[in-house]
């Protein structure tokens, strides 16, 4: 008998801090890598009798993500105490969204939102080695600075089926806050943090199954590993007849082992309820209107675009939309000679794709190497008018990438131009089947696989800058075939 | 000028003003006072008076100012009461009271009270009882009972105080004080030690009606710094009514009768004879949800002070019991340091919001607060005020009702369904009654301050009743 | 709610419960004496059990008043040793507390 096959149910929560100048609901501006304690007052060190004021611009960068997500923008918002103790927390209750959230629904890609609402980030507790105070056993420091920060957290349906899939979903997700502006979106530095539910259910079925959440995966691979990991491991327990229990993990990404979180109160039990020192969010018309003009184009309208105007494939299209620099090296490459395309655009987004980022790695944004936008522009149109072959032009690009400069150049320079016309090339063809009369002979047969000996004849004579289909049509010519 | 703390904060201002009165010698005989007070009703005093020049051109003329301990006081002690704060010098002053320094009310002591502003006898201060001036015997009533007995017995001028659930006008009503809880929102809260942030209020306490008129005038305002508070819409001005013509009082049918003490009933009766001599009409009101305001009240104060007493941790500030892991340093702080009714309402508060439980309890409580506020607004559509005895009993014995919370609880009978509503509600002496004051409670629309002050002062010039008893 | 027709008592364990989510240690006569206390007090809240409120909204906020914002605009900060001066333990210009490993 054949084992279960099971399949995997993902739903990610994100955790994404705003780019605001100050906190969520105190004027501490934010702080980056300040030493600890220098961004604190009283409302972020809960002193007692001090009250949080919302953030006015958290809100505006609320709505321009809603609006990006499709969301439905929920004319009243309200803030909750969501209680619990931990050192991080300074109020003993974090403010956040509960049953009211800023945000409801909407879809990014194939994966639809179940909501994003604001709240405040923790924070952060540095471990510290034993201290005289407290006799052998360790102890931690607190530092306020990050306390406050706004957050989004935006959680999708588990509508993802496998790790490859989240991690790309959250690079989607990673491009268009991105283009909105309104985070720094860094995993490694936090201002994007990922937290994964987990389930797996038998293939066919439809209810799901006991989830398990995958804490604080702070790179793209580490996400994808961890899922791994995870589904491998709750998959390992049902085939072993086990049940997989719901509970926080913790993925390390350095054994690649998982393991269980101490929860912050061991009696789950936040006791949220409405926080009495705010008053209600209730969107204006004039806070939509700025939030909406405020929208820059989305990776997603920009990948149409691309492909309505420029007619680029789908995967062009959503590689240079969702890598924005791509796309903006790209459309820069493209306009280089004002109205006229500077290249076939399809030719030049396979380029870039194929060629370019190969050579420059794949997280580095073009516009930071020597290649100018308008040079490989014109490399490709070089390649289409067949001034230079495939290969010569793959020898340009190295040059470009090394030392900049201007095709043309390069290419006169190095003595790499086509070897155009068939007065230039017919003698060497001749030639070449002149020293192979057995290949001539089998060619004259109508077998036309040893054709291969004489293109590499030409090849050599011409140093590799003849063009392949111009030889065969000379041979096919000259053997009068 | 015979004895300069003879004179109201009104009179002693205009004394200055007139230049009759050197503020500095003002402050000097207050602070002489309250350094000698021996009912127990401050935890600090000013060491000595700030520069006196400046204050003579304020509105408030440097007339000194009695603050609850539970207000933030850059660099003064700020203890709301409480063990856990012991020391605590807060880095900022809470809005109203730098409001009043600046319009010249500058700080002249802290109040004793009870602990985080639970109680309604002050006994729950970890800084020890205070006493009634007139019966040192008895409780001066709380929470303010500090900044109370600090004004009735003469040794402050005026001071300021907070009520959630009555806790300015009970007091003030135990030691023949004017107490007026404002309008929830009108008064900033920022520096307010927090209790049950969607009741607390700041407000005054006084010798006369009057004064009462003259420091709220200086308290209210729109605060950046507090989401909840909001501009008066009228501007506060002194009283001057000496009749109550065309005037309507409601007196709540559900409410009274309930365990008032006789004395307590003859004088509100009475009251209401004077109140019908100055042309008033009295009319009987429905409050059908009133009699549930106490049940909801010790769900929604307590869950509320469940969640703001969690800061208090051991880690940024106050006391800390030194112990080996973090769960035992929170729960020994917090057992160590908090007094048994905080305990007992975090408690009571952490089981009302707990899962399973807050629709029954903190769900409904918030719908009874509806159908309270709304008794109160259809009440407002057939009469001008809502009146009651402000306590049911006069000051009670200390220790006759630690016993019982329950007991002690019911003493509120009368102020919590206002302060559920939020609306503005004042107690003035109504008299004695076993040589011990009387309050009598008026409460109106929300935003009447004007008017409510207006009829508490026609009635208080008709009552004309002797504060002396208090005197120290 | 059933607990809501009945007289409410409270028992041992969940009045040590509750202290856990709360964070107060209780000695043993204390844990008795809550238990008590707090029966008394909720028997007495049970009164608005009475009251049917199913078509009433819940008043979480007396005064009516929306939208109270603040300008996203920077404001000092506490100096470091103002913001630790009141604090209980202090190590690495930082909050000391124990190890909530530990
Ligand atoms: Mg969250
Ligand atoms: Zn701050």
């Known amino acids: ?481 | 000028m015979s004895d300069i703390t003879a004179l109201t904060a009104k009179q002693a201002a205009d004394a200055v003003a007139k230049g009759d009165l050197d503020p500095t010698e003002l402050f000097e005989a207050y602070r002489a006072k309250a350094a000698a007070d021996d009912l127990n009703a401050y935890t600090w005093v000013a060491g000595e008076a700030p520069a006196g020049d400046g204050v003579r051109d304020t509105p408030l003329g440097g007339v000194p100012l009695a603050v609850k301990d539970l207000f933030c006081t850059e660099g003064v002690p700020s203890q709301a009461g409480s063990r856990i704060l012991e020391g605590y010098l807060p880095p900022y002053t809470a809005t109203v009271v730098q409001r009043l320094a600046d319009a010249g009310a500058p700080l002249l002591a802290k109040t004793n009270q009870d602990e985080f502003a639970m109680g309604s006898s002050n006994e729950n201060s970890a800084y020890g009882p205070v006493l009634n001036p007139w019966d040192h015997t008895r409780v001066p009533g709380g929470s303010s009972g500090g900044s109370a007995a600090a004004v009735a017995g003469g040794s402050a001028p005026w001071a300021l105080g907070t009520d959630t659930g009555g806790s300015i006008r009970q007091p003030a009503a135990l030691t023949g004080i004017v107490g007026l809880k404002p309008t929830y929102g009108t008064v900033s809260r920022y520096g307010m030690i927090a209790f049950a942030s969607s009741l607390d209020q700041a407000g005054p306490l006084t010798r006369d009606v009057t004064d009462a008129a003259l420091l709220f005038r200086h308290m209210v305002g729109r605060d950046a710094m507090d989401s909840t508070s909001l501009q008066h819409p009228d501007a506060i001005v002194l009283p001057t009514a000496q009749r109550l013509d065309g005037i309507t009082l409601g007196v709540p049918e559900d409410l009274t009768g309930e365990g008032i003490e006789p004395g307590v009933l003859a004088r509100f009766e009475e009251t209401l004879k004077t109140a019908q001599e100055l042309g008033a009409k009295v009319v009987r009101v429905a409050l059908p949800h009133a009699e549930y305001g106490l049940s909801a009240y010790y769900v929604i104060a307590p869950a509320e002070a469940s969640s703001n007493l969690a800061r208090f941790d051991g880690v940024r500030y106050g006391k800390r019991a030194e112990a080996d892991d973090l769960l035992s340093m929170y729960t020994k702080t917090r057992h160590d340091n908090f007094g048994d009714e905080v305990k007992r309402r975090i408690m009571l508060g952490t089981y009302a919001l707990s899962s399973g439980y807050y629709d029954a309890y903190y769900g409904r409580a918030q719908r009874v607060r509806t159908k309270i506020a709304q008794d109160f607004t259809s009440a407002f559509e057939q009469v001008d005020f809502v009146v009651t005895p402000t306590a049911p009993t006069v000051p009670f014995e200390l220790g006759s009702k630690t016993a019982d919370p329950l007991e002690m609880y019911l003493n509120d009978y009368f102020t919590v369904p206002i302060s559920l509503a939020g609306i503005p509600a004042i107690s003035i002496p109504a008299g004695l009654s076993e040589e011990l004051p009387v309050g009598f409670q008026l409460a109106g629309p929300a935003f009447s301050e004007n008017r409510l002050l207006d009829a508490a002062f026609a009635l208080e010039q008709a009552i004309g009743f002797d504060a002396t008893g208090g005197r120290s | 709610m059933t607990h809501l027709d009945s007289r409410v008592v409270i028992d041992r364990e969940q009045v040590l419960h509750v202290a856990k989510l709360a964070r107060l240690e209780l000695s043993e006569d204390e844990v008795g004496r809550m238990a008590t206390e707090l029966s008394g007090v909720l028997d007495h809240i049970e009164k608005i059990g009475e009251l049917s409120l199913d078509d009433v909204a819940p008043t979480s906020h007396v005064v009516a008043i929306d939208n109270a914002l603040r300008p996203d605009v920077v404001g000092p900060c506490l100096p470091r040793e103002v913001a630790l001066s009141q604090a209980p333990a202090v190590q690495d210009d930082g909050f000391l507390v124990p190890s909530p490993q530990a």
């Open chain 1, 1 to 481: 008998m054949s084992a279960i096959e099971y399949e995997t149910v993902i739903g990610l929560e994100i955790h994404v801090q705003l780019a605001t100048n100050t906190k969520m609901f105190c004027s501490c501006g934010l702080s980056f890598g300040d030493p600890p304690n220098t961004h604190t007052c009283p409302v972020c060190l809960a002193l007692p009798g001090s009250l949080p004021v919302v953030n006015a611009e958290a809100i505006h960068y609320g709505l321009m993500i809603g609006m990006a997500l499709g969301s439905t923008l929920a004319p009243r918002s309200i803030f909750h105490r969501k209680n619990y103790f931990y050192p991080d927390s300074p109020k003993g209750y974090q403010i956040s969204q509960y049953d009211e959230p800023l945000c409801l629904g909407g879809q990014l890609g194939d994966v639809r939102i179940h909501r994003v609402h604001l709240e405040e980030d923790a924070a952060k507790l540095v471990h510290s080695g034993g201290s005289g105070r407290l006799h052998a056993s360790d102890a931690s420091v607190v530092d306020f600075n990050r306390g406050g920060t706004p957050l989004a957290e935006i959680v999708t349906e588990p509508d993802l089926r496998d790790a490859t899939a989240a991690a790309e979903w959250l690079r989607m997700l990673r491009a268009t806050l991105r283009a909105l502006g309104v985070s720094d979106v860094n995993m490694e530095e936090g201002s994007l943090r990922c937290d994964a539910n987990i389930s797996i259910r038998p293939v066919g079925t439809t209810e799901l199954g006991t989830k398990t959440e995958l804490k604080n995966m702070n790179s793209f691979r580490y996400i994808e590993r961890g899922i791994r990991a995870e589904v491998a491991r709750q998959t390992q327990i049902l085939r072993a007849g086990g049940e997989v229990e719901q509970e926080t993990l913790h993925f390390d990404p350095r054994t690649e082992s998982i393991t269980s979180l101490r929860s912050k109160e061991e009696a789950h039990d936040y006791r949220y309820f409405p926080e009495p020192d705010l008053t209600p969010v209730a969107i204006t018309d004039a806070m939509l209107d700025r939030a909406r003009t405020a929208l820059p184009e989305l990776p997603g309208a920009r990948a149409d675009r691309l492909q309505r105007d420029h007619g680029l494939s789908a995967d062009s299209a959503h590689l240079l939309a969702f890598r924005t620099e791509l796309g903006d090296f790209f459309e820069a490459a493209l306009s280089a000679n004002g109205d006229t395309p500077a290249a076939e655009p399809q030719a030049l987004a396979n380029w870039m794709a194929n060629e370019l980022v190969s050579r420059i790695g794949a997280d580095v944004d073009p516009a930071d190497t020597k290649v100018a936008p308008a040079a490989l522009a014109q490399l490709v149109a070089m390649v289409t008018a067949k001034q230079v072959t495939q290969g010569g032009a793959r020898q340009v690009l190295d040059k470009l990438v090394a030392d900049g400069g201007e095709p043309g150049a390069i290419v006169a320079a190095e003595g790499l131009g086509a070897v155009g016309g068939a007065d230039e090339l017919a003698p060497i063809v001749e030639a070449a089947l002149a020293a192979n009369p057995d290949v001539a002979e089998r060619l004259r047969g109508g077998e036309m696989k040893p054709i291969g000996v004489i293109v590499g004849y030409v090849m050599k004579e011409t140093k590799g800058r003849a063009d392949g289909g111009e030889i065969t049509r000379l041979v096919r010519q000259q053997l009068g075939l």
